[in-house]
């Protein structure tokens, strides 16, 4: 919405805008109180979905939080839950492209450094699975994509 809002701001300057070019608050006004609901949903069962994604991770791929014999299960949980919330927040905000912009494409310099793509890979899918448990249909469409561009971007090799 805001890169949205932005970019109408830019083509506009200086004249009104077109009703084609003010269609995206219509399609944001009108999916406010599913992206509403949703996020609350999210913010509510934060702990339960971490909790559920790294249970299954555990279980699915126990070296998931090992690299170089390392346990580094807090630095997953602490970076999992901020990719949630931000997630949550372009959900919200109906503004994917900030959210890479703004976290994933700086996080995905640093899960590559670590060689952490399998892993964000992982996550993200179990993601999506343990996710449509909070969320019904509606809700899970707008959500979906944005954790798909989780996993292609933190998850997908160079």
């Not at 060689?115 to 909070?134: H, P, R």
């Amino acid at each position: 919405m805001l890169t949205h809002v932005q970019a109408l701001v830019q083509a506009t300057d200086g004249r009104y805008a077109t009703d084609s070019e003010l269609m995206f608050f219509q399609r944001y006004l009108a999916s406010v109180g599913t992206r509403l609901r949703a996020y609350q949903k999210i913010q509510a069962a934060e702990k339960q979905i971490i909790a559920q994604v790294m249970a299954q991770l555990k279980a699915q791929a126990p070296n998931t939080f090992a690299i170089g014999g390392q346990d580094l299960t807090a630095k997953w949980q602490r970076d999992t839950v901020r990719v949630l919330r931000y997630s949550a927040t372009a959900l919200l905000l109906d503004d994917p492209e900030r959210f890479k912009e703004n976290l994933l494409t700086w996080f995905q310099t640093i899960m590559r450094a670590y060689g952490a793509q399998e892993s964000c890979k992982l996550t993200y899918i179990t993601m999506q699975k343990v996710v449509a448990q909070y969320l019904n249909a509606e809700e899970l469409n707008l959500f979906s994509p944005i954790l798909e561009l989780s996993r292609v971007t933190l998850g997908e090799p160079v």
